[in-house]
């Protein structure tokens, strides 16, 4: 009869480990051998214990489920990673792949299914629950806009056209009644939406953009 395979589960409410420890217990092909309550447990069981798999939790007190299983990816190689977690966000998926995990699965998944989950990674596989990879892939199948610019508010146009005209964020932040750090917060998001790394590149944008809008109605 082959081994069992080996899990720590992680996880900081004890009434929820419990649930795990029992569902899996169900299955004759896999053992717990280890609970922890924090990502620094974790870290140490899973060294410890050299598990085939580990469960973790993202939120948790002290050190988290992503940066735990980073520090466990890079010590203990052969572990498999699965987050077991009720964050949907893509963030803490791509957080948490980037970290070494092999596994996403959402809180409320069945024993029998987390049980199934577990043999295709030791196996090899990697897994997103369906309902989270199917949101994914409606938001990546719509359709983004060509022009950058239509994805900034009009406060956030306003700023930028401000700054193209060389004004700085406290100067920004009189004129329009707003606190400098409000200022720079809308900044950052004009960054992120225009895909540049500082205010600079924004203002040149900005100012190339009124050039070809002044030029398009001359032509017309």
Do not use: W
């Not at 092909?29 to 598990?51: F, H, K, S, T, Y």
């Not at 359709?143 to 401000?162: G, N, V």
């Not at 409000?182 to 992120?192: Q, S």
């Amino acid at each position: 009869m082959d081994e069992p395979i080996r899990v720590i589960v992680a996880d900081d409410h004890p009434l929820f480990r419990a649930g795990v420890v029992e569902e899996l217990g169900k299955n004759s092909d896999i053992e717990v051998v280890g609970l922890a309550a924090n990502g620094g447990e974790a870290v140490r069981l899973a060294q410890e214990e050299m598990p085939d798999l580990i469960l973790l939790d993202i939120a948790m007190p002290g050190k988290d489920g992503i940066s735990a299983a980073s520090t466990i990816s890079l010590a203990c190689p052969s572990t498999k990673i699965v987050m077991l977690t009720v964050s949907e966000h893509e963030d803490d998926l791509v957080a948490a792949f980037k970290a070494g995990a092999k596994g996403y699965v959402l809180k409320g998944v069945s024993g029998r299914e987390l049980a199934r989950v577990i043999r295709s990674v030791v196996d090899g596989e990697v897994f997103v629950s369906q309902a989270l990879a199917t949101r994914l892939i409606m938001d990546l199948s719509e359709p983004k806009p060509s022009d950058p610019f239509e994805e900034l508010t009009p406060r956030e146009l306003e700023i930028l056209q401000l700054v193209a005209e060389g004004l700085s964020n406290r100067e920004i932040g009189e004129q329009l009644h707003l606190a400098e750090k409000t200022v720079k917060h809308y900044m950052t998001n004009v960054l992120a939406k225009l895909e540049v790394g500082s205010r600079v590149q924004a203002a040149l944008i900005a100012q190339k953009r009124r050039l070809e809008q002044e030029t398009d109605s001359r032509g017309d």
